[in-house]
């Protein structure tokens, strides 16, 4: 892995987001947003960072890094006609660094040979030393697979990784009927994706199955067997939706049962949050509301916000 020598070139720099306020909860294409390209693994990756707002409130002192839902186009996580969740975080003294995927690339190998050094180049273009990392649908996947090796990442990156949360992350797919197993065989457009998995985001969000598949099988892997959060030094947050079915609560309590080490444990340093009705939340929550939905903002990203503490 070449990790000592990565370029960045800044490719687009758009100034004038002084205006902002910190009740904003959407940008306009290229608002507040600077473009980045990073060399990394061969290939060149894009990376947004959106800086904190100006006028924002007084925020914690962490960057938050994270990386393309993969399912959705990553416009719905700063402008998909709902309260979306770059602007959220902005708007209380947080910096996000958007990692771009591309499509058709395995998440594990991004997650493994890209992330670190994407993260490392973003190390170095910023003062902060604290710094989350947040999973939204699929692309928690490869997030996984970074912190899975969490403290050589540190060590490499220079990157302190304290925390990380998981928003609609599926981790394990090997039951009969998963949305795995079904992608893989049926031909589905983006508006068949749209009206059966995401009924409350535009179908223009989301990705065609062909960027979802490469050599003919999904980029995500059917169960993380291979991952371990456990006793990595990173605090990790995971979020399922009562009625997500492309991220089954159940596929993602497998994996945080692991991680905790015991169902029967409590952890300051990891939990586990069912947005629904059932939890006195406003509603259950399905896939498309964990990746934007005023609901995500008003109920679950503060929540997160106050977990994390840093």
Known sequence: MRCGFVCLTVICITL??????????????KENRIDYNIDAAGESYAV???????GAVAGPSFSLVLVSPVLVADAALYNPGSASLIPWFNARGIAVWLVRIPPQIPLERFGNDVLPQVAAAIRKNSTESDWVMGGISLGGQAIAHYLNDAPKHATVTGMQVKAAFFLGTPFDYEYPGSFGHRLAKENLSANDL????L???????????ANLLTAGRPVWR???TNVSLSGKGVRTLFIAGKIDNVAPSES????FAKTIGDETKNSPDVRFLQ???????ARDYDHSMMIASEELAAEILPD????LDL
């Open 16 to 29: 004038g987001f002084g205006c902002q306020s910190a009740s904003t909860t959407n940008y306009a294409e």
């Open 48 to 54: 947004s960072l959106f800086p904190k707002i100006y």
């Open 194 to 197: 749209a009206a059966r998995f």
């Open 199 to 209: 009924p409350r985001l535009r179908a223009d969000l989301i990705v065609s199955r």
């Open 222 to 224: 059917d169960s993380l």
């Open 252 to 255: 993602v309590y497998k994996f």
């Open 275 to 281: 947005p629904g009705r059932m939890n006195r939340h």
């Open 304 to 307: 997160i916000l106050k977990w």
